[in-house]
C-alpha cells in the first residue's frame, strides 16, 4: 500500500507510515479495503491483444476492457487524496462507499462550514468535498465541493459545477493531483462561491417562466401547453415523470420559498426520492452521485445561474 501512496503523491513530503494507517481504516470503515489490476488480454494460442481488463482482485469481477494507456486509480490513492484534503482543509471524515460491486467508488468529507437559516423554513446548508472514481470506465476520477440539505437526510444535492476537479486515467492523473494539493485555497474558495450562489438564489424571486424553463430541460415537456396540446404531443410517461416534477416543486416552494432557491430543492428533492431509477441496491444514491439524477441538479444549476447572470 505504501508503493502506491507514495506514487501518488510523488514530489509531496507525505508521511507514509502516518497516512497508510489513516487509508487503511478509511477503507475497513466504508468496505473499499481492495484494489483493482490491470491484465493482458489474450485470443486462443495466447495471441496477445492490445487490450486489457479490469479486475477487482479479491473478487476477480471485471469491470472493463481498456487499452494499455489506461492508468487505474486505487481505492488507496481516492483515500489518500480525501485524508490530504481533511488534513489541510480541516474537513472530517463522513462516508463512503461502492455502487455496482465496486464499478464505482465514493468517499466524503464534511466542511465545519454551513448556511443557516436559508430560505422560508430558515433550513441549513452545509458544505462537503466529495471524491468519486469510477473502475468500470464510466466516471473519471473527480473531486469537489457539494452540498448536504440537512432538512433533506437523503439529499446529496451534488449542484453548481460539482465536482469542480477532475482528471482522465492517464499517465498525466497523478500530476494533476499532485498539483492540485499543493493548493487546497482552491477548495475552500469552490465551497464559498456554492454558498454564495445558493444565498443568491434564495433572494431571487422565481417566475413562472423560468419554472417552465427547468420543467421542460428536465421532462422535455412544455407545461404553458393546454391539456389536450400536451396530451397529443408528449408521451403518458413523460407526463407522469412532469407531474411528478412538479409535485416536488410544489412542495419545497411551498415550504422554502417561492424563490429559485425553492426551485431548485425540487429539483434536488425529485433527483434524490421520485425520479424512477434501475432496481438494483444503491441505485438511487449512484444516480445521485454518477448518474441521471447528478446530471440533472448540474443542467439546472447552470440554468439558474444563465437566468441570474451569474455565469
Not at 434564495?202 to 396530451?231: C, F, G, N, Q, Y
Request: proline share 2%.
Amino acid at each position: 500500500m505504501s508503493n502506491i501512496i507514495s506514487s501518488a503523491f510523488d514530489g509531496l513530503q507525505v508521511n507514509d507510515m502516518a497516512n497508510a494507517q489513516a487509508v487503511s481504516e478509511l477503507l475497513e470503515n466504508y468496505g473499499l479495503r481492495w484494489s483493482v489490476e490491470k491484465q493482458p488480454l489474450y485470443l486462443k494460442g495466447d495471441i496477445e491483444t492490445p487490450y486489457h481488463a479490469i479486475v477487482r482482485t479479491d473478487t476477480q469481477q471485471v469491470f472493463q476492457t481498456c487499452k494499455d494507456s489506461y492508468v487505474p486509480y486505487q481505492n488507496s490513492e481516492l483515500a489518500e487524496l480525501l485524508i490530504r484534503i481533511s488534513q489541510q482543509g480541516g474537513y472530517k471524515i463522513h462516508s463512503g462507499g461502492e455502487f455496482n460491486g465496486g464499478a464505482k467508488v465514493y468517499l466524503q468529507l464534511e466542511s465545519g462550514n454551513m448556511i443557516t437559516d436559508i430560505g422560508e423554513n430558515r433550513s441549513k446548508v452545509k458544505g462537503f468535498i466529495s471524491g468519486i472514481n469510477g473502475h468500470d470506465g464510466t466516471c473519471t476520477l473527480k473531486w469537489g465541493s457539494v452540498n448536504f440539505t440537512i432538512c433533506c437526510k437523503n439529499t446529496f444535492a451534488l449542484a453548481g459545477r460539482t465536482l469542480q476537479n477532475s482528471a482522465k486515467h492517464t499517465n498525466s492523473m497523478l500530476r494533476k493531483v499532485d498539483s492540485y494539493l499543493r493548493d487546497i485555497g482552491v477548495i475552500i474558495q469552490q465551497e464559498q462561491n456554492l454558498f454564495d450562489t445558493y444565498l443568491k438564489f434564495a433572494e431571487e424571486p422565481a417566475a413562472r417562466k423560468s419554472i417552465a424553463k427547468i420543467v421542460r430541460a428536465v421532462t422535455d415537456v412544455d407545461i404553458t401547453m393546454d391539456k389536450s396540446e400536451a396530451e397529443e404531443k408528449f408521451s403518458t410517461y413523460q407526463l407522469n415523470r412532469t407531474n411528478e416534477l412538479m409535485e416536488s416543486i410544489a412542495t419545497e416552494m411551498n415550504s422554502k420559498g417561492q424563490t429559485m432557491w425553492g426551485l431548485f430543492s425540487g429539483v434536488t428533492h425529485y433527483t434524490s426520492h421520485v425520479m424512477p431509477v434501475q432496481k438494483r441496491d444503491n441505485a438511487r444514491m449512484e444516480s445521485k452521485y454518477t448518474g441521471t439524477g447528478r446530471r440533472i441538479d448540474n443542467d439546472v444549476m447552470q440554468l439558474i445561474m444563465q437566468d441570474m447572470k451569474l455565469n
